[in-house]
């Protein structure tokens, strides 16, 4: 008995010799909270590895990436562009749109006209509207395609608002499609205005084509956008002299 108790003496004193001041001040302030790996493979105390202390994961915001062979094919597939249904034309990527050059402009004139005077250049493709002190309102046109030009003075016999159209018979006899009569509005070809020229078949017309403005397309009469043939009808009246060259 009094060996047990000699022991057990000992031990209790080599106990309370390995507690320092200095480890009981710390343990009387609260033991430290426990700390795990925020690496959930490898769940270990930290104060068993007080070296991964220091150790934080690096956290991404980006979204995972797809497999290489899925973000492939959506690659292919937003890069393709869509065909058309079978028998549907496809649909022109670029408007048609008129040369620049031919857009209304004021230019000087020294023909020798009178003010008041169209002038109508079938090369160059220039309608001439004179005007006073040495100028002229310039506009482009579209002419007759070969075997259709034609020259010479005419006067303005009639003006007509989105006028209706009737084919000349040799006009139908060529193109077996068109219609006898065609009313006025925005798909017919003579456009929003027309000025008669004498007693001839040609018109000065708007057109529903101003793609066509600066080219020799027509049967002979001269083409103007209708913006154009819009303004050129509010500034000349019925007996303007018209000169063709």
């Excluded at 108790?5 to 343990?27: E, K």
């Excluded at 004179?130 to 310039?138: C, D, I, P």
């Excluded at 078949?201 to 103007?224: D, F, Q």
Aim: glycine share 10%; aromatic share 8%; net charge positive.
């Amino acid at each position: 008995m009094r060996k047990r108790a000699f022991l057990v003496l000992a031990l209790a004193a080599g106990l309370a010799g390995a507690i320092t001041p200095a480890s009981a001040g710390s343990r009387g302030a609260g033991a430290p909270p426990l700390m795990l790996s925020p690496d959930l493979t490898e769940p270990w105390v930290l104060q068993l590895r007080p070296e991964r202390r220091a150790v934080r994961p690096q956290v991404s915001q980006r979204p995972l990436l797809q497999p290489r062979t899925q973000t492939r094919r959506q690659a292919v597939y937003a890069t393709t562009p869509r065909l058309a249904a079978p028998g549907k034309p496809r649909r022109q990527s670029v408007a048609r749109r008129i040369d620049p050059r031919f857009l209304p402009t004021t230019v000087s004139w020294n023909g020798g006209e009178r003010p008041g005077t169209i002038v109508i250049d079938t090369n160059a493709r220039y309608l001439y509207l004179v005007e006073k002190n040495g100028f002229a309102r310039r506009y482009g046109v579209g002419v007759g395609r070969p075997g259709f030009e034609w020259a010479g003075t005419h006067k303005v016999t009639r003006k007509a608002e989105w006028p209706d159209w009737r084919p000349p018979a040799e006009m139908r006899k060529r193109q077996p499609g068109l219609p006898a009569f065609m009313p006025g509005g925005p798909k017919n070809p003579l456009g929003a205005r027309a000025l008669y020229l004498g007693s001839t078949l040609y018109r000065i017309h708007g057109s529903n084509e101003p793609w066509t403005i600066g080219k020799a397309v027509s049967s002979g009469c001269i083409r103007m956008r209708n913006e154009d043939v819009i303004d050129l009808y509010g500034r000349v009246g019925v007996g303007t002299s018209v000169r063709v060259i």
